[in-house]
């Protein structure tokens, strides 16, 4: 495989801050995030009325607290990320709403927290109509509507279909409009969200759904949700999405329902990757390099316990190396990179199915860095303690400067609250 176009295979800094440093400062693996490129990606949407940035991509406060301070607002599909996004500063019960709740389900205590701070429930199921009715009798809701079909980069990211688990089913909306009627509620918007890590065209589809939907409920509508999925480029040959096509498409379903009921549309996005995936960089070290066969392994420090895409996707991240002496050796070879995991899966060069792939990277020395790319979103957020392995610091960069946003996990973090009975 070539070294990719776009993404450099040799990297000494990260936005003007030596990758060296960083480690050295910080130690490895670390998760380093450039507020910078954030902010450009919400910049990037500004068409739209309100960004709602899907938080479970990366809901660090400090990244949140970016977010916000860039003017998005935020969504959130548990109970702890409704009070990471207070914590963060998001204020609930504001028009339009701060923070919306989006979940197919409530457990006890995210329906505790959403009656308790008015925040607005999109509700992904009809049980949760019937649960929030019953509780908060007389207040707003939007429905979440599973259009039948769906796509995403993996079978395992497309949420649309009846193979999906999420949304109300299309034809059960008259259904869900009595439920609301009878538990008094308020049906005042509509969301769809068909998969993550899609493409234009199938999502250019969902624009024709959701109208058809609104249209079916009428005037109540007052807002509606493209939803997430935006896919980012991972790969130097993929070409980044057309995002002015993309407005333009919901701006016409948009354009067309106002014309139809005669009030105001507000159009939300919902993009989770799209604003964090670019941004953030794992800088591992690698501690090992050995000969098996045919294959050269530089084995680093993270493994799929700090990010866990490629084992679980097949999924491809660009990769580059910072050599911890100056002057780096620059010949490439064709490597695999694995991490330090008790497991034959721990590869982050990987294709879906576990089939181990090579990448071309720069002759490496053991103690140089390898750098793992575009891992700002769904990265540090599927972390765990398998091999009783520490979760990563994260370092935010803001304004040229690092600021330690989490520290690494102690082994008192790892076994915090287990206990051995008397
Ligand atoms: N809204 C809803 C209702 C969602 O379920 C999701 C993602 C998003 C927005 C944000 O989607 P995005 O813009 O990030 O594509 N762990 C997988 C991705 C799972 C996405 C789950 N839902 C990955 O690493 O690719």
Not at 55 to 72: E, F, I, M, P
Not at 168 to 196: E, F, P, Y
Not at 372 to 383: K, R, T
Request: net charge negative; glycine share 10%.
């Amino acid at each position: 495989m070539s070294a990719d176009q776009t993404f450099p295979t040799v990297r000494t800094e990260i936005n003007g801050v030596s990758v060296r440093n960083l480690a050295k400062s910080f130690g490895t693996p670390t998760y380093v995030y450039d507020a910078e490129k954030i902010a450009q990606r919400i910049a990037d949407l500004q068409a739209f009325d309100v960004i709602r940035y899907a938080q479970k991509a990366n809901s660090n406060l400090a990244v949140l607290d970016w977010v916000r301070r860039q003017g998005a607002l935020v969504d959130a599909v548990s109970a702890f990320e409704i009070q990471r996004a207070l914590a963060a500063g998001f204020v609930a019960a504001k028009d339009p709403p701060e923070i919306v709740y989006t979940a197919d389900l409530f457990d006890e205590a995210s329906l505790d927290l959403v009656v308790k701070h008015d925040i607005h429930v999109n509700c992904g199921s009809p049980t949760m109509i019937d649960q929030y009715g019953q509780r908060a009798p007389g207040r707003n809701i939007t429905l979440r509507i599973n259009p039948g079909f769906g796509h995403g980069h993996s079978q395992k990211t497309n949420t649309g279909g009846e193979q999906s688990k999420h949304g109300i089913w299309h034809d059960q909306v008259d259904d869900c409009l009595q439920r609301a009627d009878r538990n008094g509620l308020g049906v005042t918007g509509l969301h769809m969200h068909i998969g993550s890590g899609t493409d234009l065209d199938h999502l250019a589809q969902v624009c024709g759904a959701l109208e058809k939907t609104a249209l079916q409920i009428g005037r109540s509508i007052t807002c509606i949700s493209a939803g997430g999925g935006l896919p980012t480029v991972y790969r130097g040959d993929e070409r980044p999405v057309d995002l002015q096509r993309y407005f333009e498409l919901w701006d016409g379903t948009r354009k067309r329902l106002e014309a139809a009921f005669d009030h105001p549309i507000s159009l939300e996005i919902e993009p989770g990757r799209y604003l964090t995936a670019e941004c953030g960089y794992l800088i591992t070290e690698i501690r090992a390099i050995k000969q098996m066969g045919g294959n050269l392994f530089y084995l680093v420090d993270a493994g799929f316990n700090n990010l866990a895409r490629p084992i679980l996707y097949g999924a491809y991240h660009p990769m580059s190396i910072c050599a911890a002496q100056e002057n780096p050796n620059p010949h490439h070879q064709e490597v695999v990179v694995g991490g330090p995991l008790c497991e034959s899966g721990d590869i982050f060069t990987q294709d879906e199915g576990g089939f181990v792939s090579c990448r071309s990277l720069p002759v490496a020395a053991v103690g140089d860095y390898l750098i793992i790319e575009c891992a700002g979103a769904y990265g540090f957020v599927m972390s765990s303690n398998y091999n009783s392995k520490p979760m990563a610091a994260e370092v935010l960069l803001r304004d040229g400067k690092p600021h330690l946003v989490r520290t690494r996990q102690s082994f008192k973090d790892v076994i915090r609250g287990e206990s051995i009975p008397e």
